[in-house]
């Protein structure tokens, strides 16, 4: 059965916090299999965070926590660690990251981690030292304990359909991907792409080279021409001319909403009929358009989603 999960940052001041509020509820109503929340390099966002994934334990939706390389010693990094572990979190998303605005080309804005496998190896180690064994019952013996490994955590690695922006080939994506796998990855999340063949290409791929982990996509509802020029600028991904001009075209609000879903909505559906696992959308911290989306494709109809304006 296909999941879904949502992704969020942390917010940025107090309008935006009670505006997240107010969506993650809707979110949280939803069930999806996990929400993950962003967190800036170097702990810049560390503290808001924090706040966020609390919330979620409370709630009966597994947070996720993501993590970056930039900027960590060892010992920053492991004290993050420990004190998101501690909190209650299990699932973590770890991530190499990118240089800060203005930095110069080089590995030096990474501090001591220097790949996303080498974090994941870190949080394993954190948490097999936090808990190295753990006591379960017995059943049909109820005085009877034993031993067993400490409780697993959950961790989660990016992938690039179209390629990471600073790599060379298909070969090193893949050998990337493998190499977190072989660290301890237990799940991949894509960046967002535009056409389902880029995902269903790549996942074969992957598999043919070895991958094993599930690799959920990455869906992200673009519901303005503003909002698609962005996305593009930042990943680096190829622009979607189409949709481009049908977004541009679009002469009010609710026209462009209605583009950006069936878009995205399109989009779903091919990659689930492909044989997808489950679809993991970026929400920028709005529940309206994702909702849309997984109503339209059928994966939820519990929710009454309004809609968001872009």
């Known amino acids: 059965m296909a999941t879904y999960s949502f992704e969020l940052y942390p917010p940025r001041n107090a309008a935006a916090e009670l505006a997240l509020y107010e969506s ?30 609390r919330h979620l334990l409370t709630t009966a939706v597994p947070p996720m926590a993501h993590l970056t390389c930039v900027g960590w010693t060892y010992s920053e990094a492991t004290r993050v660690i420990r004190e998101f572990l501690d909190a209650g979190l299990t699932s973590f998303l770890a991530l190499r990251g990118d240089p800060p605005v203005g930095s110069v080309e080089g590995d030096d804005f990474l501090g001591d981690l ?71 990855a237990n799940l991949a999340i894509t960046q967002l792409f535009f056409h389902a063949e880029d995902y269903l290409r790549f996942t074969e791929q992957a598999r043919a080279a070895g991958v094993t982990m599930r690799i959920l996509p990455g869906v992200m509802p673009i519901l303005s021409p503003e909002r698609l020029q962005r996305m593009v600028d930042l990943t680096g991904e190829r ?15 609710d026209a462009r909403y209605a583009v950006g879903i069936e878009h995205a909505t399109r989009l779903s559906n091919d990659l689930l009929d492909g044989g997808a696992p489950g679809l993991h959308l970026y929400t920028f911290n709005r529940h309206e358009a994702v909702l849309s989306v997984l109503r339209a494709t059928g994966l939820t109809t519990t929710i009454d989603a309004n809609k968001e304006q872009a």
């Open 24 to 53: 993650l509820g809707q979110l949280v109503a939803a069930a999806p299999e996990f929400i993950s929340v962003t967190y800036g390099a170097s702990g810049s966002s560390g503290e808001a965070s924090l706040g966020v994934l």
């Open 114 to 184: 220097k790949s996303a496998g080498e974090l994941v190896q870190l949080i394993h180690r954190v948490q097999a030292e936090r808990v190295p064994f753990s006591q379960e019952s017995v059943p049909g013996f109820p005085s009877a304990k034993r031993l067993s490994s400490g409780k697993k955590v959950t961790i989660a690695v990016a992938a690039f359909p179209n390629g990471h922006p600073r790599s060379r080939s298909v070969e090193q994506d893949l050998d990337t991907l493998l190499a977190k796998e072989a660290a301890g």
């Open 239 to 253: 622009m979607p001319v189409e949709l481009l001009a049908r977004l541009s075209a679009a002469e009010t609000p």
